[in-house]
């Protein structure tokens, strides 16, 4: 356990459509606390999850879990290194874009009627403001991982690039998957009912509210495939490592992840 104090909250301008979770940062460390549910838990077994996956170790931030003591209260949450050197920050694309024609990213991708249109839009403009080539397929790793974990909160204030103090730009590590795997036990996915109930609830946000026709879009416009090689058997152990949570959440995790395990098996090589 951690304790951690109000100097150290730190308020993000990557907001989520259901509020903040509590920030600190605490020298090279970041620490997030649940806020709706289980977050943390997700935070943890996604980002283990892609460890057995076709990216690349310094792709996607690595989480671990974490108890924070703030003031009175114990959160369970995660802690995850500070990946940002020198000069460089982390820029959203809302952001980069309202900074480029002061108006919004999101009302103009959204004023498209073509899905597909719309994620070129996206892609065509980071590309121009940025010069980075490749974000089409970053954005298609992206909608991968949104729809197999189910992230809800995929908007464009938490797809970010990176931007240093010359103006150059790189891509952002692929992180906040706290929205994922249900997690919101509060409001949206109560404990108690039918999980695969609740996944035909869950939507995405970022071009399409279906996660599926996301995900055909940019691989069909990126022409390449994020892959798993994990089995039902490194899901279990991971999920059973996780500390803090009950086991009806962490039975809950292990079943929404097999299920689309069996839906997306054509990414698993």
Same mark, same amino acid.
């Given at each position: 356990?951690?304790?951690? @104090?109000?100097?150290?909250?730190?308020?993000?301008?990557?907001?989520?459509?259901?509020?903040?979770?509590?920030?600190?940062?605490?020298?090279?460390?970041?620490?997030?606390?649940?806020?709706?549910?289980?977050?943390?838990?997700?935070? %943890?077994?996604?980002?283990?999850?892609?460890?057995?996956?076709?990216?690349?170790?310094?792709?996607?931030?690595?989480?671990?879990?974490?108890?924070?003591?703030?003031?009175?209260?114990?959160?369970?949450?995660?802690?995850?290194?500070?990946?940002?050197?020198?000069?460089?920050?982390?820029?959203?694309?809302?952001?980069?874009?309202?900074?480029?024609?002061?108006?919004?990213?999101?009302?103009?991708?959204?004023?498209?009627?073509?899905?597909?249109?719309?994620?070129? @839009?996206?892609?065509?403009?980071?590309?121009?403001?940025?010069?980075?080539?490749?974000?089409?397929? %970053?954005?298609?790793?992206?909608?991968?991982?949104?729809?197999?974990?189910?992230?809800?909160?995929?908007?464009?204030?938490?797809?970010?690039?990176?931007?240093?103090?010359?103006?150059?730009?790189?891509?952002?590590r692929i992180f906040d998957h706290g929205a994922?795997?249900?997690?919101?036990?509060?409001?949206?996915?109560?404990?108690?009912?039918?999980?695969?109930?609740?996944?035909s609830e869950c939507h995405g946000k970022t071009?399409?509210?279906?996660?599926?026709?996301?995900?055909?879009?940019?691989?069909?416009?990126?022409?390449?495939?994020?892959?798993?090689?994990?089995?039902?058997?490194?899901?279990?152990?991971?999920?059973?490592?996780?500390?803090?949570?009950?086991?009806?959440?962490?039975?809950?995790?292990?079943?929404?992840?097999?299920?689309?395990?069996?839906? %997306?098996?054509?990414?698993?090589?």
């Amino acid at each position: 356990m951690v304790e951690l @104090f109000e100097q150290q909250i730190r308020t993000a301008d990557r907001q989520s459509s259901k509020g903040n979770q509590l920030k600190w940062n605490d020298g090279d460390l970041w620490y997030k606390a649940d806020y709706a549910g289980y977050e943390g838990l997700a935070e %943890y077994v996604v980002s283990r999850l892609l460890s057995y996956s076709s990216l690349a170790p310094d792709e996607f931030v690595v989480y671990h879990q974490e108890q924070i003591q703030y003031k009175h209260t114990i959160y369970n949450g995660v802690v995850s290194q500070n990946f940002l050197k020198d000069d460089w920050q982390i820029i959203t694309l809302e952001r980069l874009f309202k900074n480029k024609y002061n108006k919004s990213f999101y009302e103009s991708v959204w004023k498209i009627r073509d899905v597909e249109e719309r994620c070129k @839009f996206i892609c065509n403009q980071v590309y121009q403001i940025t010069g980075l080539k490749d974000f089409v397929a %970053y954005f298609n790793k992206l909608m991968t991982i949104d729809a197999f974990f189910l992230n809800e909160d995929r908007h464009l204030h938490n797809i970010a690039v990176l931007m240093n103090g010359k103006g150059q730009f790189d891509y952002c590590r692929i992180f906040d998957h706290g929205a994922c795997l249900l997690s919101d036990t509060t409001m949206d996915y109560p404990l108690g009912v039918d999980p695969m109930e609740l996944i035909s609830e869950c939507h995405g946000k970022t071009i399409s509210r279906s996660f599926g026709e996301q995900l055909d879009v940019a691989e069909c416009l990126s022409k390449s495939l994020l892959t798993f090689r994990f089995d039902r058997h490194i899901v279990r152990n991971i999920v059973d490592e996780c500390q803090f949570y009950s086991d009806e959440i962490k039975e809950r995790v292990y079943q929404v992840i097999c299920s689309q395990m069996a839906k %997306y098996r054509y990414l698993f090589k």
